[in-house]
T-cell receptor, first 114, second 111 residues
Framework: DAGVTQSPTHLIKTRGQQVTLRCSPK?????VSWYQQALGQGPQFIFQ???????QRGNFPDRFSGHQFPNYSSELNVNALLLGDSALYLC?????????????FGPGTRLTVT | GDSVTQMEGPVTLSEEAFLTINCTYT??????LFWYVQYPGEGLQLLLK?????DKGSNKGFEATYRKETTSFHLEKGSVQVSDSAVYFC??????????FGAGTILRVKS
């Protein structure tokens, strides 16, 4: 049973560019959440997708956008990259209907903005 | 808004020592509480959870009790091993399954 997978593993971009990160949820899961983890800090919630719609959003600017596909996989897009966007981006999947869910995390994508 | 505060690290212990990592939270309702662990170069793994007051979560020798009166969820282990060296995150969830994390505590265990 494959767990949560993310691609790419590492990415280097230049300020002002755009980036797309990808996530495939654990088999059977229908909800995908994205988190940003800056170096030495805890993960910060970006947004969550369920049934192809953004269900909840954290305190991140509109430069951060996402998408969920019919197969439940998801993309995170970041436009106009800033140096401060350098971080580990984590994807987590879960079951949308569960009252007390468990989120399973992927290994993350390390984004470096230069 | 909701928040989680955990003790600063790094925490350095000798093998077989007793471990406590303190965690307190602020929430408007009755959150579920979690401890996640992040081993070097890996993603987050759920270590244990508790969903209501006085519940005790346990896994791999680690334990934590949901204390509503003190809004705490301290992580304990009776005898740590070198393989327990990692970063530990306390987290809560209250609304729509969003997780709110603490800043993390680095644990280093020496042999």
């Amino acid at each position: 049973d494959a767990g949560v997978t993310q691609s790419p593993t590492h990415l280097i971009k230049t300020r002002g560019q755009q980036v797309t990160l990808r996530c495939s949820p654990k088999s059977g899961h229908d909800t995908v959440s994205w988190y940003q983890q800056a170096l030495g800090q805890g993960p910060q919630f970006i947004f969550q997708y369920y049934e192809e719609e953004e269900r909840q959003r954290g305190n991140f600017p509109d430069r951060f956008s996402g998408h969920q596909f019919p197969n439940y996989s998801s993309e995170l897009n970041v436009n106009a990259l800033l140096l401060g966007d350098s971080a580990l981006y984590l994807c987590a999947s879960s079951l949308g209907g569960a009252l007390f869910y468990e989120q399973y995390f992927g290994p993350g994508t390390r984004l470096t903005v230069t | 808004g909701d928040s989680v505060t955990q003790m600063e690290g790094p925490v350095t212990l000798s093998e077989e020592a007793f471990l406590t990592i303190n965690c307190t939270y602020t929430a408007t309702g009755y959150p579920s509480l979690f401890w996640y662990v992040q081993y070097p170069g890996e993603g987050l793994q759920l270590l244990l959870k508790a969903t209501k007051a006085d519940d005790k979560g346990s896994n791999k020798g680690f334990e934590a009790t949901y204390r509503k009166e003190t809004t705490s969820f301290h992580l304990e282990k009776g005898s740590v091993q070198v393989s327990d060296s990692a970063v530990y995150f306390c987290a809560l969830s209250e609304e729509g399954n969003k997780l709110v994390f603490g800043a993390g505590t680095i644990l280093r265990v020496k042999s």
